[in-house]
């Protein structure tokens, strides 16, 4: 019920945009989260917006990534600018109705995921 997309190969100091598409969920009433995950290491959050569009982000992205929704589409983007070769990563989006904010970065959190997208960057 969600797909992430827009992954790929960039240079460093590039930019990427991925999108988090949901069906069969009403999707305004969604917090929707962003994490990646490297080999060998755990999940670790990236950003999430919640119902009424405030954002959050890990201190590792702040300043270069944003994040965005259009609930009309059903459709969560997360915009990278800068792109760092420590960025390299399996991006997953995933969305969960009951996430309080004190929660929002927890994984452990939300239901819904999506299958995730490789973001790769160049040095």
């Known amino acids: 019920q969600l797909q992430a997309c827009g992954g790929g190969l960039a240079q460093a100091g590039g930019c990427l945009r991925l999108s988090c598409v949901a069906s069969g969920l009403t999707f305004r009433r969604y917090v929707v989260g962003w994490f990646r995950q490297v080999p060998g290491k755990e999940r670790e959050f990236v950003a999430a917006i919640g119902r009424t569009g405030n954002t959050f982000f890990a201190d590792s992205v702040k300043g270069r990534l944003s994040i965005s929704r259009d609930n009309a589409k059903n459709t969560v983007y997360l915009q990278m600018n800068s792109l760092k070769p420590e960025d390299t990563a399996v991006y997953y989006c995933?969305?969960?109705?009951?996430?309080?904010?004190?929660?929002?970065?927890?994984?452990?959190?939300?239901?819904?995921w999506g299958q995730g997208t490789l973001v790769t960057v160049s040095s």
């Open positions: 995933a969305a969960d109705q009951g996430i309080i904010q004190s929660s929002i970065r927890s994984p452990l959190q939300y239901y819904y």
